[in-house]
């Protein structure tokens, strides 16, 4: 019989709702139970496309024994950390704390009252490697709290408290300070010293792609004129590009490379990964005119609408990593790689031994099996074009009809922010109006499933139904970043005030007396800590996504509080860029786009004139970071930034301004560009 997991709508606890485990979604109601039984609480926490989740799904809660042993001595809870990304901060942070690292599936024991007690990640099902199977966790667990539930209940204690005294992020005596110039040459500093100049990228193995550091460094770039920078952003993107860890059939990039020169990937592909680094690399191009960066942008923008757009017009949240290889057998990165028989197979010998010297196919292989991930390991040596055209078109329809990665349906609403902003720009700069139209679908479904009128956001749908989880704030700060994007680009202003109502809530429900930032609500569920984390890892942190916004949007609207809650909210950047750098670079990003300005250009005129289309795309293709933009007809006073512009002896013009102090109009674009680039 399906367990409780059954009526949830998460496409990650769907998946266990046939385990024999007495599954519980995280409620109250399961901490009654476990109260009521007199039994800790088991929490399993992971997500759809997780492949040591599945590994240790299938070796464990699939298992009638291990489930027997779990549903008579525990309370079993499943959290999809995609979903509840407040219970995973919480929880992990105490995991960390206690072992120096962390990862999913994050499995942790708890007491009835939500106090974590004993931590671990993934547990075999027999001993290994010198960590103790699963089952003897679980007994030792249970003897634990039979013989020593005091000492137990002691040491909880402890934890809980030690976790509430690092709560709260100290911004410094006195008014808090937003970054100045020598703290983001700091924080450049510390990315070089970091930077791996042979293969790209910064540190070692595993390598993410550090999507908002090179933001952040474009950015620098565009301000000061640093050519260190750009190299740094121009030699990751190029690695990362023709590495394994781009799909260089379908588009699109995994999670991350396990190893220090990007070939081979965890296979997954995450929106939000896909999402960042399309924008990463329309920025590129539009700094250096790249016909790399160009391809690898429309590449990722392509495979977002082609592989994780629903038919709600959002887009879900992954693909699996692993999938069938044919034989019946699960496997990770069974879809994308091959041999050098089975470039054969499809493309004749002549062409396979092409395809294998062009894509780095080899008898040994560089994956598992004697299987290769694609690359591109050559460069840009000279090869035929039409023949590689050819090729890569009969692989990709060769692969399409392998059995495909489970995708994780699950709409997120701050990646779909992110996927908005993406879209709108690369669309606009590469004259995509289709790629302009998906962002547009993806920001109404946002509007009209995820918001009410009050501007508080549902966190998750699926097939158009609003989950019951709230929003979190990275979801009001990529949500509004989304479509302060979209209103640039399509002359909307609706967009505007969607943006507003979300960062009224931010300023409303999230924000401290201080100007701090938390990550729920004030009026959200209790955990056994309010998490409040302002570093960016996979995704920029909801401090530094809410910052971000809060500046565009006080640009394009004059508003003096939205901007000095985004200066407030900077000021953990101070403390944080020259030290961390890596792990703030949203918020270096957003700290240069403060020193600026930001520029905020007005672009006036009809809408079906070609001058103003032109001096519109001007603005857009602007390097001036964080540059904001508004454009429509003369005293439309659909956005504030418009208001008070009149067309210029008749034509349409151009106003660049800094902190509403104006240049003089233009109607010349070559002019509007140069006052926007120096």
Known sequence: MPNRLAHETSPYLLQHAENPVDWWPWSDEAFEEARRCGVPVLLSVGYSSCHWCHVMAHESFEDKPTADYLNAHFVSVKVDREERPD???????????????????????????????????????????GMPSFRQVLEGVRAAWADRREEVQDV??????????RTGIALGSGAPQPPGE???????????????????????????????????????????GSQGALQMVSATCEAMARGGIHDQLGGGFARYSVDATWTVPHFEKMLYDNALLCRVY?????????????????????FMVRE????????????????DDGTGRHVEGAYYVWTPEQLREVLGEADAEFAAGYFGVTEEGTFEQGASVLQLPDGERPVDASRVASVRERLLAARELRARPGRDDKIVAAWNGLAVAALAETGAYFDRPDLVDAATEAAELLVRVHMDQRGRLARTSLNGTAGGHAGVLEDYGDVAEGFLALSAVTGDGAWVDFAGLLLDTVLSRFTDE?????????????????????????????????????????????????????????????????????????GLAVAEARLDGPREVA??????????????RAALLATAPGAVVAVGEPGSGEVPLLQDRPLLEGRPAAY???????????????????KLGS
């Open 87 to 129: 219970v995973d901060a919480v929880y992990m942070e105490a995991v960390q704390a206690a072992t120096g690292q962390g990862g999913w599936p994050m499995t942790v024991f708890l007491t009835p009252e939500a106090r974590p007690f004993y931590f671990g990640t993934y547990f075999p099902p027999r001993p290994r490697s």
């Open 514 to 586: 201080d100007g701090t930032l938390f990550d729920t609500a004030d009026d959200a569920e209790a955990l056994i800590r309010r998490p409040q984390d302002p570093t960016d890892n996979a995704t920029p942190s909801g401090w530094t996504a809410a910052a971000g916004a809060l500046l565009s949007y006080a640009a394009v609207v004059g508003s003096t509080r939205h901007r000095e809650a985004a200066e407030r909210a900077l000021a953990v950047v101070r403390a944080l860029g020259p030290r961390a750098p890596r792990f703030i670079g949203w």
């Open 656 to 674: 660049v301004c800094r902190g509403f102090t104006c240049d003089a109009p233009t109607a010349d674009v070559e002019a509007l560009t140069a």
């Open 182 to 224: 020598e703290d983001l040459h700091a924080a450049l500093m510390g990315l070089t010293r970091e930077f791996d100049s042979v293969r790209g990228g910064f540190g070692g193995a595993p390598k993410f792609p550090p999507s908002m550091a090179l933001e952040f460094l474009l950015r620098h770039h565009a301000r000061t």
């Open 308 to 323: 994780l757009r629903t038919a709600q017009g959002g887009f879900a949240s992954a693909l699996d990593a692993d999938s």
């Open 282 to 302: 329309a920025h590129l191009w539009r700094a250096t005119g790249a016909e790399l960066a160009r391809r690898v942008a429309l590449d990722t923008a392509d």
């Open 603 to 616: 672009v006036v005129g009809p809408g079906d004139d070609p001058a103003t289309r032109a001096l519109h």
């Open 156 to 165: 909880a204690g402890r934890i809980v408290q030690d976790l509430a005294q």
